[in-house]
């Protein structure tokens, strides 16, 4: 059973990327080492887009027509995932549990989608309800020039109107770079930071990818901002503290699934055994969430009728609502074609782990 991905392992999202993927061919591995579907192994293949849109449309191309898989799954970057999602819908071939926070992905979906994870509106909802909370009424954003930061700079705005705050008093922009760009995301990252910083905001969202995001946030403390900072779970929690060292201890990061510490849910202690015994990397977030839906896919593929083709496994995986991982219970929403709602607020040690 073959199922391709198209994801950054190379370039500005890597980390995000890698992460993903790995959690995802745990979950494969699991279920081929328990026999599979049937007897057939799962087969996952991964072919890196670097965060490039155009060579993500490319790769959906060549794992359609070339390597004619069954499903196409763990798509990162809401611009490759709409150049990818209509080939996909037009071929009826089912796009699982793509990383993205876009709203408009889930206003009107494609039959042949199904989410995850809720959307940026529930993520800066938090966030937004948070800072009304605390009084912080001066908000300024970290936006990243593409249609993922523009999704997050629109739900945000809404997001702290629903709340009774106003409009964000600043917002600075950056580049979605690429490799060998670094002299250029490290200038644009400085300007922004001195927007943000001489504008005077009581706390900063970032709606960044992780590298721009660390870079802003390490110039604003290091200028002397004391201000409260906020991102959203695609910013890559662990890849933002690798960047910002002790500067991460306080930091506010949006979640969409439990702690990759919390042992005590079952779903959580098998990943972390299984992630173990790989001997490959810590628990991370990222990972965990495509253990959760490496996972799923396994049950939708087990449930789907013996022979069954593309469209049974799509009704396989619509009917996962209610289905427990241990610790973990899906609500399927059928509006929004998303499988979880679920959003938490956690603040992360200097380690980048967060506080118990």
Same mark, same amino acid.
């Not at 370039?11 to 007897?39: K, S, T, W």
């Not at 699982?96 to 994870?117: C, E, F, I």
């Not at 202690?269 to 253990?291: F, I, M, R, V």
């Given at each position: 059973?073959?199922?391709?991905?198209? &994801?950054?392992?190379?370039?500005?999202?890597?980390?995000?990327?890698?992460?993903?993927?790995?959690?995802?061919?745990?979950?494969? /591995?699991?279920?081929?080492?328990?026999?599979?579907?049937?007897?057939?192994?799962?087969?996952?293949?991964? @072919?890196?887009?670097?965060?490039?849109?155009?060579?993500?449309?490319?790769?959906?191309?060549?794992?359609?027509?070339?390597?004619?898989?069954?499903?196409?799954?763990? @798509? &990162?970057?809401?611009?490759?995932?709409?150049?990818?999602?209509? *080939?996909?819908?037009? $071929?009826?071939?089912?796009?699982? %549990?793509?990383?993205?926070?876009? /709203?408009?992905?889930?206003?009107?979906?494609? #039959?042949?989608?199904?989410?995850?994870?809720?959307?940026?509106?529930?993520?800066?909802?938090?966030?937004?309800?948070?800072?009304?909370?605390?009084?912080?009424?001066?908000?300024?954003?970290?936006?990243?020039?593409?249609?993922?930061?523009?999704?997050?700079?629109?739900? =945000?705005?809404?997001?702290?109107?629903?709340?009774?705050?106003? %409009?964000?008093?600043? &917002?600075?922009?950056?580049?979605?770079?690429?490799?060998?760009?670094?002299? =250029?995301?490290?200038? $644009?990252?400085?300007?922004?930071?001195?927007?943000?910083?001489?504008?005077?905001?009581?706390?900063?969202?970032?709606?960044?990818?992780?590298?721009?995001?660390? %870079?802003? =946030?390490?110039?604003?403390?290091?200028?002397?901002?004391?201000?409260?900072? @906020?991102?959203?779970?695609?910013? +890559?929690?662990?890849?933002?503290?690798?960047?910002?060292?002790?500067?991460?201890?306080? !930091?506010?990061?949006?979640?969409? =699934?439990?702690?990759?510490? /919390?042992?005590?849910?079952?779903?959580?202690?098998?990943?972390?055994?299984?992630?173990?015994?790989?001997?490959?990397?810590?628990? /991370? @977030?990222?990972?965990?969430?495509?253990?959760?839906?490496?996972?799923?896919?396994? $049950?939708?593929?087990?449930?789907?009728?013996?022979?069954?083709?593309?469209?049974?496994?799509?009704?396989?995986?619509?009917?996962?609502? +209610?289905?427990?991982?241990?610790?973990?219970? *899906?609500?399927?929403?059928?509006?929004? #074609?998303? !499988?979880?709602?679920? &959003?938490?607020?956690?603040?992360?040690?200097?380690?980048?782990?967060?506080?118990?």
């Amino acid at each position: 059973m073959k199922l391709g991905q198209s &994801v950054p392992l190379t370039g500005p999202a890597q980390f995000i990327g890698i992460e993903y993927q790995r959690g995802l061919q745990l979950a494969f /591995d699991a279920a081929n080492a328990d026999g599979g579907v049937r007897g057939q192994r799962i087969e996952l293949i991964s @072919y890196d887009d670097a965060y490039e849109p155009a060579q993500a449309a490319s790769n959906t191309q060549d794992l359609l027509r070339s390597d004619g898989v069954m499903a196409l799954v763990g @798509y &990162v970057g809401t611009e490759s995932i709409n150049r990818a999602l209509p *080939m996909a819908s037009k $071929e009826g071939v089912p796009f699982l %549990a793509p990383l993205t926070g876009a /709203d408009a992905l889930r206003q009107q979906p494609s #039959r042949w989608l199904q989410l995850m994870r809720p959307g940026l509106q529930a993520e800066c909802g938090l966030i937004a309800r948070n800072l009304a909370t605390i009084g912080f009424t001066k908000v300024g954003v970290l936006v990243q020039n593409d249609p993922d930061g523009e999704a997050g700079l629109a739900a =945000l705005e809404q997001a702290l109107q629903q709340a009774g705050l106003p %409009a964000p008093m600043a &917002v600075g922009r950056v580049t979605r770079h690429g490799v060998g760009q670094e002299e =250029l995301m490290l200038r $644009e990252t400085k300007a922004a930071a001195r927007i943000l910083f001489y504008t005077g905001p009581a706390a900063v969202v970032c709606l960044a990818a992780y590298p721009s995001s660390a %870079a802003v =946030l390490k110039s604003l403390r290091e200028m002397g901002y004391r201000g409260g900072v @906020y991102a959203t779970s695609l910013a +890559g929690a662990a890849a933002i503290a690798t960047r910002l060292g002790p500067h991460t201890a306080g !930091l506010s990061v949006t979640q969409v =699934l439990p702690s990759p510490y /919390d042992t005590s849910r079952p779903m959580v202690a098998n990943y972390q055994q299984k992630l173990k015994a790989s001997g490959t990397a810590a628990p /991370d @977030y990222l990972s965990l969430e495509g253990w959760v839906a490496g996972s799923l896919i396994v $049950e939708g593929l087990r449930r789907m009728p013996k022979g069954g083709g593309r469209a049974q496994l799509m009704q396989a995986m619509d009917a996962l609502g +209610g289905l427990d991982l241990g610790g973990l219970v *899906m609500r399927w929403d059928g509006q929004r #074609r998303q !499988l979880s709602s679920e &959003v938490s607020l956690t603040v992360l040690e200097a380690n980048g782990r967060p506080r118990r």
